[in-house]
């Protein structure tokens, strides 16, 4: 079992930043895939961004240029730095990790999210 805390919410005006981490307990998580996804009031869950555990990272086009997603696999950890931030970013982000690719197909641990709101 993989356990994921995420924290780094909050609020924050058009055009900020915020940086939320997610650590992980329980296995190396060295050896996971692990990215970011987040979900809007009455919309699905959506993919934002993952690290792969060799490093190669992918980004939603929504978010490319403008949120950056990083691992430290010694503190086993997965950051996603968010800048110019614009409130349709506002949902709960929630992180993920999985043996297998996150960009397809089930993720068999997940979070409990943290909520990011920008203001307009």
């Known amino acids: 079992q993989v356990q994921l805390a995420e924290s780094g919410g909050g609020l924050v005006q058009t055009g900020g930043s915020l940086r939320l981490s997610c650590t992980a307990s329980?296995?190396?998580?060295?050896?996971?895939?692990a990215g970011w996804f987040r979900q809007a009031p009455g919309q699905s869950r959506q993919f934002v961004a993952t690290v792969e555990s060799g490093g190669r990272t992918y980004y939603a086009d929504s978010v490319k240029g403008r949120f950056t997603i990083s691992r430290d696999d010694a503190k086993s950890t997965v950051y996603l730095q968010m800048n110019n931030l614009r409130p349709e970013d506002t949902a709960v982000y929630y992180c993920?990790?999985?043996?297998?690719?996150?960009?397809?197909?089930?993720?068999?641990?997940w979070g409990q999210g943290t909520q990011v709101t920008v203001s307009s």
């Open positions: 993920a990790a999985d043996i297998s690719t996150l960009l397809g197909g089930s993720i068999d641990y």
């Open positions: 329980g296995r190396p998580f060295s050896r996971y895939n």
